[in-house]
């Protein structure tokens, strides 16, 4: 059987917006034409977010860890308040509630499993795309698919 990669993820009470972690977008088929695309950090925070908080709740220091300080970048719980609350706007314009992303006082985020729908697609379809679409992201990627499956 082949193996399956996640390709992104359907957010909301009725998946309304489509989340695209490779190409840093968020649209929806709501308003035609609607597209945003989110700068590196957000992309990475809110891509972190849904691959490890939908039910669970995830520590701040984690999210500082993981989304900065693992690319190279310098984080406070000031700049993670300030991402994470930009973040939440721009999932506004979509219609997205803010208890999308629900802050759990003291403990960490948390975004509820119900609003959450993961998409998937054969990972060598995957790669294929990516690597004629995207070639910049593609190593990158790759890579990061193969280090998830060696800590499994």
Known sequence: MEKLTVYGYRLGNEYQVEFVPYKQSLTTCAIP?????????MNNLLTYLLAHA???????????????ENNGLSCS???LWQVMNNLKRKL?????PDDFILRVAGKG??????KVLTLYCRETFFQQHL??????LSGQ???RNA??????
């Open 77 to 79: 719980s000031q700049r």
């Open 33 to 41: 034409g609607s597209c945003t695309y989110l700068r590196n950090t």
């Open 54 to 68: 939908v039910g669970n709740i995830v520590a701040d220091k984690t999210l500082q860890i993981q989304v900065w």
């Open 141 to 143: 990627i790759i890579k």
């Open 92 to 96: 506004a314009v979509f219609s997205l």
């Open 131 to 136: 690597a004629v679409d995207y070639p910049a």
């Open 109 to 114: 985020y948390l975004i509820p499993p119900e």
């Open 147 to 152: 280090a998830r499956q060696s800590i499994r």
